[in-house]
């Protein structure tokens, strides 16, 4: 979008926050970037620039600007929808593995060359892998500086960097203050939370409009005892992360969502806040999918009744495909039992003070080695799920933020017990396909029946053409129109 001038300024003229993250306007007379809806008075559409990253912004010498913070708008809404190479890329990148593997690593989990990764970034982004993990390191920083008592050694290392000069110059250049500065602009009643040892408060912006109620409802009716819990207006889940482990609190509120997490170890503050925005597709464009939902006046009544509605995805892909299985031809009550039941046998255990939460969900390898006679399931379904587990463990099958999307879906398909439903509710929960389409689901069927849409999946997914690249959330939609819990926020 950053090509269309004439757009960009009229965004930045109207100061709107729907394309936060779009784009970044680089004001040449000041040499700071800000969001589109920088409350600033807006520069002169001649001092005006436009790059599609922050990072991209840093590399051509601007700093962030101290009003907007445009280092904490929502991400692109192009990551959400696209699986193609850079989609997979920056997706990865947000979950860590640049700093963790470096670029060669990143280039490995791609199945590309790192050379041909550096270009098409550079050729879309305006900047390559390292430039984009060092501003994602930059905003973590900051977000320790302003929101812990850590020294400032212990930040730059949690942050990522490799060295406390590189943090002190870093900070300096994207901020243009130093990190003691930083620190001593923070009102002084909005540290961490309570002083909990490795706990961070953290508000996770959204583009609006964002309806909460399916949301959380669907992630609180399907929680796994002792893995996730609904306490006191927060969404609670345990967290298995590259370097330890972590619970997460989230609460909706009317314009962010409140986050809190406690981390066993500093470094996972990346991956963990990239995980439950995921986890909330709090990066969607709410307005672009319910423009085109609303062009079928069968859906359009859904739409303008509750708008923003977004699909609840998941933290870990492995554990989600595990879970999938487990709620085959079940209720919701019964798949939960089942995964509660693995969980206490196989999960790691551990401590969590301010709740019910007792154990990580069990990986892959642990449940590889589970007595197949002891699952109290039909024997078929013990055949998918050892399968699916066994593969996952030894990495024939990968499920992750950089999966092909196609070559995912074949993967799934060719195991045993896996059919076109439990294949679309991982490509839309897990893998994050927004196009995935349940047509085949009793809820999908008898609402399309109660609205007057074509209700055998044949006829459905032919209608169901018009609502493309969207129907995950068309499904959302659809399901809504039931009086299960997991369309009700939570009380």
Not at 234 to 252: D, F
């Amino acid at each position: 979008m950053h090509f269309d001038r004439e757009r960009c300024v009229r965004a930045v003229q109207s100061k709107d926050a729907r394309f936060d993250g779009w784009f970044f306007t680089a004001v040449l007379t000041t040499r700071i970037y800000c969001r589109p809806s920088c409350p600033a008075v807006p520069p002169k559409p001649q001092n005006m620039t436009f790059y599609p990253s922050a990072a991209a912004c840093q590399q051509a010498g601007f700093r962030a600007c101290k009003r907007c913070r445009p280092d904490t708008s929502p991400g692109s809404p192009e990551w959400n929808h696209r699986a193609d190479l850079v989609a997979r890329a920056m997706r990865l990148i947000a979950d860590g593995v640049v700093d963790r593997d470096g670029v060669p690593g990143l280039a490995t989990r791609l199945g590309y060359s790192t050379r041909q990764v550096e270009r098409q970034l550079l050729a879309e982004l305006g900047a390559g892998p390292l430039a984009l993990a060092r501003a994602q390191r930059a905003q973590t920083a900051r977000l320790l500086v302003e929101t812990t008592a850590l020294p400032m050694a212990e930040i730059a290392f949690a942050a990522g960097f490799s060295s406390i000069r590189t943090f002190n110059d870093t900070v300096r250049e994207v901020f243009a203050l130093s990190p003691s500065e930083l620190r001593t602009r923070v009102p002084k009643n909005s540290g961490s939370a309570a002083g909990t040892p490795g706990t961070l408060a953290l508000r996770l912006p959204f583009r609006a409009p964002l309806n909460p109620d399916n949301l959380f409802g669907h992630l609180a009716a399907t929680a796994v005892p002792g893995v996730e819990e609904w306490r006191d207006g927060a969404y609670r889940r345990t967290l298995r992360l590259p370097y330890g482990h972590g619970i997460a609190a989230l609460t909706p509120r009317p314009d962010h969502i409140a986050c809190r997490l406690t981390l066993s170890d500093l470094r996972d503050l990346t991956v963990a806040t990239s995980r439950c925005r995921r986890l909330l597709d709090l990066d969607a464009d709410p307005v672009a999918v319910d423009d085109q939902l609303r062009t079928d006046p069968f859906l359009a009544p859904l739409v303008d009744k509750a708008p923003g509605r977004r699909v609840p995805r998941t933290v870990d892909e492995a554990e989600f495909a595990v879970r999938a299985v487990l709620g085959q031809q079940v209720s919701t009550a019964a798949a939960r039992t089942h995964a509660a039941r693995l969980v206490t046998a196989h999960g790691k255990p551990l401590d969590d003070p301010e709740g019910g939460l007792t154990h990580l969900f069990p990986s892959p390898e642990a449940l590889a080695d589970v007595d197949p006679e002891t699952l109290a399931m039909p024997r078929t379904r013990r055949t998918t799920f050892t399968t699916l587990v066994r593969q996952l463990a030894d990495g024939t099958l990968h499920l992750g933020v950089e999966s092909d999307w196609t070559e995912a879906r074949a993967r799934l398909l060719d195991l045993p017990g896996f059919g076109p439903w439990t294949v679309d509710v991982i490509a839309m929960r897990a893998l994050g396909d927004p196009d995935a389409f349940l047509p085949t689901d009793l809820g999908i069927r008898r609402a399309a029946g109660e609205l007057g849409l074509p209700a055998t999946p044949a006829a459905l997914t032919a209608r169901a053409e018009a609502w493309r690249p969207w129907r995950a959330y068309a499904v959302q939609y659809l399901w809504a129109t039931d009086s299960h819990p997991i369309n009700f926020l939570p009380v």
